[in-house]
Nanobody, 126 residues
Framework: QVQLVESGGGSVQAGGSLRLSCAASGGNSGHAYGNYVIAWFRQASGKEREAVAGIRSNGSTLYADSVKGRFTISQDNAKKTFYLQMNSLKPEDTAMYYC????????????????WGQGTQVTVSS
């Protein structure tokens, strides 16, 4: 069973940057995540969880329209770690950020992911 641990959240002013990390462990040999999709979701207070970015095992990436051009998802296979580089942050990016692993039919549907990290808080002040 894959386990995910996020880190890197914090408080930053609008226009600033943060890099989130998601360390994966367990799973089959070679890669902690097998043929999964790894995705970052976020949930702001009082709002539904939404997909932010995803990366497939073949390295292809996917982004929500709200973060295209500002956020970049990447992976370090040797470290079994996934990253979310967030630039030009806006107050509306404030949320708890979660990484998730699964084999979803549609990448941005949270129901398609069966492994979740505990989350890391990102707060962007104006």
């Amino acid at each position: 069973q894959v386990q995910l641990v996020e880190s890197g959240g914090g408080s930053v002013q609008a226009g600033g940057s943060l890099r989130l990390s998601c360390a994966a462990s367990g799973g089959n040999s070679g890669h902690a995540y097998g043929n999964y999709v790894i995705a970052w979701f976020r949930q702001a207070s009082g709002k539904e969880r939404e997909a932010v970015a995803g990366i497939r095992s073949n390295g292809s990436t996917l982004y929500a329209d709200s973060v295209k051009g500002r956020f970049t998802i990447s992976q370090d296979n040797a470290k079994k770690t996934f990253y979310l580089q967030m630039n030009s942050l806006k107050p509306e990016d404030t949320a708890m950020y979660y990484c998730a692993a699964g084999y979803p039919a549609v990448w941005d549907f949270s129901q398609g992911y069966d492994v979740w990290g505990q989350g890391t808080q990102v707060t962007v002040s104006s």
